[in-house]
């Protein structure tokens, strides 16, 4: 018994370390996208994910008012990232993300 609490504590403390490295990295990247469009003077809006675990729903919801296919800008469907050509107020989440407010584009683990 003694040496599976001993692995199960290895092993949390593992994923989480890594778990903590993953979150960072991609609000990173969903910052500097988000950056990117602002100073495009582009409309960006952003909700964190506070439900469920990342893994099952995403680090959040940001929608970018552009006429950009996320295809030809990434190369691939990215789940937190919508571009709208027109945003409306039904497609609004969360809050208007500008460059003073970076930060509010977060993943709290």
Avoid at 1 to 29: C, D, G, P
Avoid at 65 to 74: G, I, M, R, S, T
Wanted: with cysteine.
């Amino acid at each position: 018994m003694n040496e599976l609490k001993r692995l199960w504590k290895e092993t949390e403390e593992f994923v989480h370390s890594h778990e903590r490295e993953i979150a960072k990295k991609y609000i990173h990247f969903l910052r500097e996208v988000a950056k990117h469009y602002i100073l495009k003077s582009k409309k960006v809006f952003f909700r964190e994910n506070r439900v469920v675990h990342y893994g099952e729903g995403g680090f959040g919801w940001m929608i970018i008012e552009c006429d950009d296919d996320e295809y030809e800008v990434f190369g691939t469907h990215i789940p937190e990232i919508r571009f709208k050509q027109k945003v409306t107020e039904k497609d609004i989440i969360g809050i208007e993300i500008k460059e003073e407010n970076l930060e509010a584009i977060k993943y709290e683990i």
